[in-house]
């Protein structure tokens, strides 16, 4: 019995754009995750300090962004 099942992702619009940023921050947290358990402790430090900061810039980025809110 095979079911028909539409999928919610529109496979023809696949774009890498701003939304990317966040991808990219949580493959570079994995990285250094890894660096942490298996390499030196000042290169996984070193990688954790980059990291932070760009993490908090793309907060400050994205806080300051107005809602287009409407009620």
Known sequence: MWL???SIIDWR???CG???EFNL???AIAVVMLAAWRG???LAL???AAVLIACVAT???HATDTLKLSF
């Open 18 to 20: 701003p939304d990317m």
């Open 40 to 42: 030196p402790r000042p």
């Open 25 to 27: 921050l949580f493959l």
């Open 46 to 48: 070193g990688l954790y």
């Open 13 to 15: 619009i696949i774009r």
């Open 4 to 6: 028909s099942v539409e």
């Open 59 to 61: 907060y400050l980025h």
